[in-house]
Every structure is written in C-alpha cells, then in structure tokens.
C-alpha cells in the first residue's frame, strides 16, 4: 500500500514539474528590453531545485534559497508573531535585497 502511495506521489512530481517547464512566465522586462531583470532565472532555478539538483539551482540563479527561506520566514511570522519580528525581517530582507543586487550585477558585468 505504501508503495503505491508513493509511486503516485512520485508520478505526480513528475508530472506537475514536467508541466511547470512547459508554462513558465515570460519576463517582461527582458521581452521589452532584451536585458535580464533581477528576477530572470528564478522559474528555472526553482525547477531545478524541485528535482533535486541545488548545483544547478544556484548556477541558474543564486538568491534562489534565501529567497524560499525570506518567504517561509514572512508566512511564520505572519502566522506566529514575535517580539521584535519588524527589525529581523528588516534584516532578512536588506541582506537577501543585496545578495540579489550583487548576484544581478555579476552576472550582467562578469559573466
């Protein structure tokens, strides 16, 4: 029984990963400018991280996990306040805002 049950779960990964791929959103900013926004890669970076493979996952678009981590941090914090919770996502999100900036300018100037 357990078996089946993950076999259909496993099928059904496949599935919605292979759908996924197959309906990404185009950027805007990149189909009326030809240049990469900020944000460009992330789709990708996330698929390849649902298959398990973090190496291409961070080549694809590096703030790929902190931003995963930013967002489940927001939903905790929303669900279950703490004290002082405004100066840490305050925190989070100017050091995660910055690893985004440096990692855009890297690949725009370096790469």
Same mark, same amino acid.
């Given at each position: 029984? *357990?078996?089946?049950? *993950?076999?259909?779960?496993f ?6 990963? &292979?759908? *996924? ?10 189909? %009326?400018? $030809?240049? &990469?926004? /900020? $944000? ?5 970076? %996330? ?8 190496n291409?996952?961070?080549? *694809?678009? /590096?703030?790929? @996990?902190?931003?995963l981590?930013l967002?489940?941090?927001? $939903?905790?914090?929303?669900?279950? /306040?703490?004290k ?13 805002g910055?690893? @985004? @900036? ?10």
């Amino acid at each position: 029984m *357990l078996s089946i049950i *993950l076999s259909y779960f496993f099928c059904s990964l496949i599935n919605f990963i &292979d759908w *996924l791929q197959n309906h990404l959103l185009p950027c805007p900013f990149k189909a %009326l400018t $030809g240049i &990469d926004c /900020p $944000g460009c890669g992330f789709q990708r970076s %996330l698929i390849a991280l649902f298959q398990g493979d973090f190496n291409k996952s961070w080549f *694809l678009y /590096p703030p790929t @996990v902190p931003l995963l981590i930013l967002f489940i941090t927001a $939903g905790l914090f929303y669900k279950f /306040p703490i004290k002082n919770q405004a100066i840490v996502f305050k925190v989070l999100v100017i050091t995660i805002g910055n690893f @985004v @900036v440096f990692a855009y300018l890297y690949k725009m100037f370096i790469l």
